[in-house]
């Protein structure tokens, strides 16, 4: 089905915020204009729309789903479910897509998904029946596979829906060996992988700690290097916001705020994110918590309070230019996609703050996806292969350095150093060294160049000339 035209009423700046970045990182390149605008543009766009029965009758769903970049395959993007959904964001955040597999050298092209529905106004079973519809009309126009794009969870979905298009995807394809590899995010019980639901809130936790480490930057902002002692709003209590101040503060940081759509709630003392969010899961709101000296019903106002880091993990465009000015953060680090506009981070810039760009913070999901589509392929779980021979071979060293020195360790140091590790501790470490590695790249692209002013230009930069290679190695520009 060919691509509809935008309705009058859309929202259409997103995509067109996303290309203005291109645009202007583009110029610190030396790249063809038709190379450039290739990669650019979406390749394919695919906009349709499927009826479901509900109770006596029928509703009709509007649904996308947007392949940016083949430049690597498979493409690679969640399915996002949300009555804001529209084109212009689907093509949005498959380009950040592309970007964001090239910055943490992900080998997949950018892809998205939306189905314009509030996943609440829905029973369980129209869901399934939403969603394993949605996968059933992608299998018929070939937007489905493991070697052709693969969906993942976003806002509105999860393990649930996922092992719904796994099912349909592998009962459409009888005999498929790979069929459990079309979709990641799945459940641990049918093939997914562990640390996948945790990814990208642990991997914008150890994005910002790598870049609160630099002394000689948080001497330009004002603060001392290191995560200990750091006051950090985190926006969004789903799966995102929660891992990400959970694992912030494990690192040391100081959790002072949480802003959800029903307000916001502060302590300068810090709050309990665990005690917050069993409060929320038993009340429904994190309104009237205890151990909270301030509450807001305008969540906006939960953004603005005193802190050194914001992290905003809800939805896009959420910093703007009409509050840029009201945050009192030095550093936002992107949880979600697009939630700075860029007025808003060139006033945040202009006023020496730094911007940890949502290319990069966020890209722990399809970082660890990628693992999960690896061990998908392989048939085989981390560890399974090694993990018990690592442990004898460590047992061997130890038994001989006991007996050639004559000392003993405890029980505690003898686990502790035997242990071989297991597919969670593999992934984790892979995660970790992805982050570190992709933020000093994007950190020596912005010194190399001051003129390119931001980190999010910088990481830009990065992903073009990453990308411009896998053209150039495919033979279509010389």
């Known amino acids: 089905m060919a691509t509809n035209i935008l309705v009058a009423d859309e929202d259409t700046h997103f995509f067109g915020d996303v290309c203005k970045n291109f645009d202007y990182a583009a110029q610190f390149t030396k790249h063809d204009a038709g190379l450039l605008d290739q990669i650019k543009s979406c390749n394919s766009v695919y906009r349709f729309r499927f009826p479901i029965r509900r109770g006596n009758g029928f509703e009709v769903i509007d649904a996308w789903r947007v392949e940016h970049s083949h430049h690597q395959s498979p493409t690679k993007g969640g399915i996002r479910y949300s009555e804001m959904v529209n084109e212009d964001e689907v093509m949005a955040l498959a380009a950040l897509m592309t970007y964001k597999c090239a910055i943490v050298n992900v080998p997949f092209g950018g892809a998205k998904g939306g189905i314009k529905i509030n996943p609440k106004n829905y029973t369980v079973s129209e ?8 996968t059933v009309e992608l299998i018929k126009k070939n937007f489905i596979g493991p070697s052709i794009d693969v969906p993942a969870p976003d806002y509105g979905s999860g393990e649930r829906e996922m092992s719904w298009i796994a ?18 995010g799945k459940p641990i019980a049918l093939h997914g992988i ?15 700690r790598e870049c609160v480490s630099f002394g000689e930057d948080m001497q330009k902002i004002g603060l001392l290097p290191g995560l200990a002692g750091k006051k950090v709003i985190v926006q969004g209590l789903g799966n995102v916001g929660y891992y990400s101040a959970k694992f912030l503060a494990e690192f040391g940081a100081l959790i002072v705020g949480l802003c959800e759509f029903e307000g916001a709630i502060y302590n300068e003392d810090g709050l309990d994110i665990e005690a917050v969010f069993q409060h929320r899961k038993a009340t429904g709101s994190i309104l009237g918590y205890a151990g909270a000296k301030k509450e807001f019903k305008n969540t906006m106002e939960g953004l603005e309070q005193p802190c050194d880091i914001l992290v905003p993990a809800a939805l896009e465009n959420q910093i703007t230019e009409d509050n840029i000015r009201n945050i009192q953060a030095k550093i936002i680090a992107e949880g979600a996609n697009g939630p700075t506009s860029p007025e808003a ?32 392929l392989s048939h085989v779980a981390f560890g399974r292969m090694n993990r018990r021979f690592e442990e004898n071979s460590n047992l061997n060293l130890v038994n001989m350095v006991e007996g050639i020195t004559g000392t003993s360790l405890t029980p505690m140091q003898r686990s502790t150093i035997i242990k071989g590790a297991s597919e969670l501790e593999l992934v984790n470490s892979g995660l970790e060294d992805t982050m570190i590695r ?16 931001t980190l999010r230009s910088a990481a830009m930069v990065g992903a073009i000339n990453k990308i411009a290679v896998s053209y150039q190695n495919l033979g279509i520009w010389p």
């Open 194 to 208: 562990a640390g996948r639901r945790e990814a990208t809130g642990r991997g914008v936790a150890i994005a910002i």
């Open 438 to 453: 992709s933020y000093h790249e994007i950190r020596e692209t912005y010194k190399s160049n001051p003129a390119i002013g």
């Open 345 to 376: 981070e060139a006033i945040f810039y202009a006023n020496g703050g730094i911007i940890i760009p949502d290319m990069y913070a966020n890209a722990g999901g399809v970082t660890v996806s990628y693992f999960e589509w690896l061990k998908n």
């Open 127 to 134: 869901l399934e029946n939403i969603t394993r519809r949605y």
């Open 167 to 184: 099912d349909t995807y592998a009962t459409m394809n009888p005999g498929q060996l790979d069929a459990m590899g079309a979709v990641t």
